[in-house]
């Protein structure tokens, strides 16, 4: 049972809408990023799947940046009165892909607000429903889960928020090991408009928030694994993904992204830290 206060209650049901439009550069960016050799993209082409974290970005402006970087909430997001903000998974359906040259348009409502008390302490979930739209209909439906924690204890870093216990995820048939420097850390904030200073502020990551490095962004390790399976099917439609995050990943040390396919269609995946501990999993289905 939720024991948010009424106050914070009455932000389920706002919505937000923005309108943006598929653009070339952003993509090309991207594909630098991920280190893929992909053509220079040009109008008409179908925007790969999760790369529509790339667009409607928020832009607060300067005074309105709390001292982590994020934009001081209240607006669209809730006052929940905690000062640590994580993306803890997402659910995704791509009905079709936006295209190159067409303008977009998203439709966010928050549909719940839950506080639950579990290992990491006091957690607040708030969950988001997303809908882009483009000429031709819903494109992308999205179910985005965020949870707000207490600042760590001193001594104590800070653990992952995960609503489940981590499972058995089997062998991996396909996998890349992935090295997370600062520069893709910075990189991927740039193209996301992210000011988290936990993704590139090291003596802020280490001193003020109790992690051991920088810390990688969650969506980024998704849009890796959904990277992984499109160089492993690459004329495949990636029709769902649904991804949970169990614990954090840092710039200290290499990890992997894995896969497996469980049937023609669907495949398990999913990031392992360097001692193999998971810290991901995901699973997309294909047509």
């Known amino acids: ?4 206060s009424a106050n914070v209650r009455d932000w ?7 309108d943006d439009q598929i653009t070339a550069a952003p993509l090309a960016a991207m594909s630098a990023t991920l280190d893929r050799d992909d ?6 082409d179908a925007l790969p799947p999760l790369w529509h974290w790339l667009f409607f970005l928020p832009r607060p402006l300067a005074r309105d940046i709390g ?16 000062p640590r903000r994580m993306w803890a998974g997402s659910r995704i359906t ?34 988001v ?13 999205e179910i985005h889960d965020i949870v707000y924690r207490d600042a760590p204890t001193s001594g104590h870093a800070p ?11 089997g062998v991996a048939a396909f996998s890349r090991t992935i090295t997370p420097d600062p520069v893709l850390l910075f990189r991927y904030s740039a193209l996301t408009f992210n000011g988290h200073r936990i993704h590139y502020d090291q003596p802020y990551a280490t001193a003020v928030e109790g992690y051991p490095g920088l810390v990688v ?10 990277d992984l399976l499109r160089r492993e099917r690459p004329d495949a439609v990636v029709r769902t993904f649904r991804f949970k995050a169990q614990r954090p990943l840092f710039d200290t040390a290499p990890f992997t992204v894995n896969g497996r396919a469980d049937s023609a269609t669907q495949f398990s995946l999913w990031a392992a830290g360097p001692n193999g501990q998971i810290a991901v999993q995901a699973t997309a289905t294909i047509a």
């Open 67 to 82: 001292p982590d970087g994020h934009p001081t909430l209240g607006g669209f997001l809730p006052p929940v009165g905690l």
């Open 159 to 169: 653990q992952a928020a995960s609503a489940l216990p981590p499972t058995d995820v």
């Open 217 to 226: 962004h969650g969506p980024l390790v998704a849009t890796l694994l959904i």
């Open 39 to 44: 053509a220079e993209p040009r109008d008409g």
């Open 129 to 141: 429903q997303h809908e882009i739209r483009t000429p031709r209909g819903v494109a992308i439906h």
């Open 12 to 18: 389920i049901g706002r919505e937000q809408i923005r």
């Open 1 to 4: 049972m939720s024991k948010v």
């Open 94 to 127: 791509f009905d079709h892909a936006p295209r190159v040259g067409e303008p977009v348009q998203r439709v966010s409502r928050i549909v719940d607000i839950i506080e639950k008390t579990g290992a990491a302490g006091r957690l607040v979930f708030v969950t």
